[in-house]
């Protein structure tokens, strides 16, 4: 880890991201107001079969963060709180939609708390017009054909 890094606010924002949504890029544009860089993180998990390929995800949410170099995306596999310690990364940042994103994301706070207790969580909660928006529905309304462009960003083109 450079020491450069070492003395900034460095946030990783982990999901699987297929796709990114509205709601995912409003949480990384809210959190620079926060942190000074945030690793869009994309957690590979051999058992899930995912709609998009990892490659095109990534290509995607960079297309969306081109002009801001606070913003990088990466895969990763296993922990979160072991990439955070690799990518010299002291929070997790995580949206919160409603009460149910609460209890389950407070309890995986908890537990990467006990893992690692240099790691803290820090929630943001959703803007109301994202709250109804994740990637389970707009991949529904993908494979339905309907028009999923109001809940993705203007980058992600879907074919």
């Avoid at 054909?145 to 960003?153: A, D, K, L, R």
Wanted: negative net charge; glycine residues 6%.
């Amino acid at each position: 880890m450079s020491e450069s890094v070492s003395n900034k606010k460095v946030a990783v924002f982990p999901g699987s991201y297929d796709p990114f949504t509205r709601g995912h890029e409003s949480i990384v544009k809210r959190g620079l107001e926060v942190f000074d860089k945030i690793i869009v993180a994309i957690g590979v998990n051999s058992g899930k079969d995912y709609m998009f390929p990892l490659e095109k995800r990534i290509a995607w949410i960079e297309e969306v963060f081109q002009n801001d170099n606070r913003v990088e995306v990466k895969s990763f596999t296993g922990l979160t709180v072991d990439f955070c310690n690799d990518e010299g990364a002291k929070y997790i940042l995580r949206g919160l939609r409603n009460t149910r994103d609460f209890e389950f994301e407070s309890e995986i706070g908890t537990l990467n708390r006990s893992l690692n207790g240099h790691i803290e969580t820090v929630f943001l909660i959703s803007l109301p017009q994202f709250a109804a928006i994740n990637s389970t529905i707009v991949r529904e309304i993908i494979r339905n054909n309907g028009n999923f462009t109001p809940f993705v960003p203007d980058q992600i083109q879907i074919t």
